[in-house]
């Protein structure tokens, strides 16, 4: 995080997560889209009542205390490769995203990112940077893991290059540092610091630690070696919930928050409001300045 001993590895640059959300430690909700066109479970489900979708799922974020959110399609499992992505997935992320912001943003377009899986981090800017977002959310930045869609490489070398040519260099990149759902053999010999260094040497502006899987969370130990190595912003990207909060919060510089808070404890639930409300509640108490 920005006040690590660590030396550094890329030129110092603005804190991402105080630019974006306004504070220095942020509770972001991630929105769970439905089925999207192309996807094996879509229906033909118009874009807009997949934008109303999107909008009351954010509202129940916002209107009970968290800075930003995040919209994700994570109901188009399984997930295809990086570059296999069709255009209706950029066209519709970028449509839904844009209504999300247009609607509950109240003009702080940065709170809320965009994040396409699996690793599609092209995709992502391209959606993002068309919807006025502020930020991508990129499983794989640096070095290479097995995950269930095979072989998954580092995009920061291609995903920039395209940031710069269509001129969406405003937007930052939320790298995950060990991403969840996948084995890191290919790098295991090679410590989490180093891997850490990695991620920043490759111009992410914010880290990500998770757990394991989806709703799993990420190991304190692994936050704090990922916040001693490096001088970027650090936040949770997965297993947030009331309970661990107060113990994770402070170790980090924020946290993306969704299946605690859904009424059925699973990605696929709606937002409860009562329970971000509850999560919020205990981040306020860790030392949060929540809206």
């Not at 009542?49 to 205390?65: H, K, M, Q, T, W």
């Not at 808070?261 to 709606?270: A, E, I, S, Y």
Request: aromatic share 6%; charged share 20%; glycine share 10%.
């Amino acid at each position: 995080m920005a006040e690590s001993s660590g030396l550094g590895v890329f030129p110092p640059k603005p804190n991402a997560i105080k630019e974006l959300f306004g504070t220095g430690k942020a509770v972001i909700g991630a929105v769970h889209l439905p089925p999207l066109p192309g996807s094996p479970h879509y229906e033909g489900v118009p874009l807009d009542e997949i934008s109303v979708f999107a909008i009351e799922e954010a509202r129940g974020y916002l209107e009970n205390g968290c800075h930003g959110v995040i919209v994700e399609n994570h109901w188009d499992i399984p997930f295809p490769k990086p570059g296999e992505h069709g255009y209706e997935t950029a066209a519709s992320m970028a449509v839904v995203t844009q209504r999300v912001r247009a609607a509950l943003a109240e003009g702080r377009s940065g709170s809320v990112g965009v994040s396409v899986l699996s690793n599609a981090a092209e995709c992502s800017i391209a959606s993002a940077w068309a919807a006025g977002a502020g930020w991508v959310r990129v499983n794989q930045w640096a070095n290479a893991y097995v995950a269930n869609e095979g072989i998954i490489e580092g995009r920061a070398a291609t995903a920039t290059r395209y940031r710069s040519r269509i001129g969406a260099k405003p937007v930052k990149v939320f790298a995950d540092v060990h991403v969840k759902h996948g084995s890191h053999s290919i790098v295991a010999d090679r410590s989490l610091a180093e891997q850490t260094e990695d991620a920043e040497f490759f111009d992410a502006d914010v880290l990500i630690a998770t757990g394991s899987r989806t709703g799993d969370a990420a190991a304190i130990d692994e936050v704090r070696g990922i916040a001693s190595s490096t001088v970027l912003p650090v936040i949770i990207g997965s297993g947030i919930s009331a309970a661990n909060i107060g113990t994770l919060l402070p170790a980090c510089d924020g946290v993306i928050v969704a299946s605690s808070v859904k009424d059925n404890g699973r990605w696929w639930g709606r937002v409860d409001p009562a329970k971000v409300r509850e999560l919020t509640a205990a981040a306020r108490a860790a030392g949060a300045e929540l809206p």
